[in-house]
């Protein structure tokens, strides 16, 4: 299993490539499912995560096809082609779906342009137990019949699903995307109420609309949708991805370099900004991307909670929470997106951080310097913390089990690599 190896203490300066958002791009893969017409996507990251949205796309009897190349050897620009005119199986197997919850994105156009979907429930994962009751419960109230049997789940609507009003209990990103897939096809109006409000919906409402489908309120907390008896294929952007923009924004404040996050936009991430802007770190929009910096200034310790858009991103709380480690003073870290969110925080202890925890918040106290240890990544963000306490420790730290991190983060290593980190990949013989 492959492993990371950083030697800390260099400050980041330089220009970074954000590459196209994989929680954008999961969403706008299954939405090919809605049209037997064919959908093309760029600029899509290479990424785990999108491997598995594509063989599980595949499963279903998608044709999918990759172009192009990016910038500088990478992949960040390339195009995919999904075209949906023959599905052969509504089942998303338990085999593809375990390994990622996104896949429970096929649930809601499947159902609305085939009247029936066999989808796999995700189970738990590192991070809490992350039900999708709510993604149910929005289907039925569109006419579905919903039912769970052997880890399975079975919806239909042979009549076609029914505009109908659904007000979120809770606010669900995925539960939006797949309601707001589904109401796209049904007959009539739906009012999604209390909708999550994350960038990733409004692009993948833009998106729909390009496809032909009736939506307003887009970027609001109430999506109002006309059904259509159709879809056609379309050409869509996937948007920057903020949380790849944060993470690097942090690596720059941890290390005190200054960095030009290429294709990033601030207003994707204004909470988190705010914080950093706090702490003492330089952040504003600049030709074309994000300017982030921390040379010659102090970190202070600042208080963060996190919330859904336009909150504090906790895909960024772990990261921030490295940051805070060698800030002046306390910062108390609230999550309260999910239960299990602080599976970091052992971690960064073992490299001289003091963090307390009580129950959803942690207490971290500033110290003077992290030193290099070996540490194990256990879900996709935390690895990214591990990464950035590496890059400001003294010494060396090895993070194990990095496969978390080809999740989400597309040549992690290479673009740290490419502002001045020393990090290499280390293939490690077990
Ligand atoms: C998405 C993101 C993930 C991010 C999260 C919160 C993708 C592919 N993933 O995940 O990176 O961390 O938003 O911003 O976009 N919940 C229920 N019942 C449900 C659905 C959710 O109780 O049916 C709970 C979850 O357990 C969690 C909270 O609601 O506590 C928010 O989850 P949700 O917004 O649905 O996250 P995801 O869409 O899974």
Redesign the pocket.
Known sequence: MDKIRIRGGHALNGKIQIGGA??AA??LMAASLLTEETLKLAPMPHLADITTMVNLLGQHGVKVVLNGEGQNGGSAGRALSLTADDVSSVTAPYDLVRKM??SV?VLGPLLARFGKAVVSLPGGCAI?????????KGLSQLGAEVEVEGGYIHASAPQGLIGGRVVFP??????T?NLLMAAALARGESRLENA?R?P?IANLAECLIAMGAQIDGVGSDTLVVQGVTELHGAEHAVMGDR?EAGTYAIAAAITGGSLDLDGARLAHFDAVAGVLREAGVTVEQRNGGVFVSRANHALVGVDVMTE??PGF???LQAQTMALMTVADGASMITET???NRFMHVPELRRMGASINLHGGSAMVRGVDRLTGAQVMASDLRASASLVLAGLAAEGETLINRVYHLDRGYERLEEKLAGVGADIERVEAAE
């Open positions: 994989k929680n999961l969403p919850r996104a994105l809490g137990s992350r039900p999708v009751d709510l993604h149910l809770q606010i669900s990103v995925g539960a995307e999550a994350e990733e949380i859904p858009f991103a906790t895909d997106i999910f239960e």
